[in-house]
């Protein structure tokens, strides 16, 4: 899975820490997710959506 999180941070001018604060998670979260090392649980997905005003699909890219 990829995503788009680190496009959307630059768009919104927001750090790595500024979104973890705003989940809850670990600014080494957002790290591992924009990697493409973590899977986020689908209720971090909904919040990072919601952060950004998207939807689940606009931010995730789930490949088979």
Request: no cysteine; proline share 2%.
């Amino acid at each position: 899975m990829s995503s788009r999180i680190h496009i959307l941070r630059a768009e919104h001018k927001m750090t790595q820490k500024d979104l973890a604060d705003k989940v809850g998670v670990s600014r080494q979260t957002i790290i591992s997710i924009e990697k493409g090392n973590y899977t986020p649980s689908l209720l971090l997905a909904y919040r990072i959506a919601k952060t950004f005003g998207k939807t689940i699909e606009e931010v995730f890219i789930f490949e088979d």
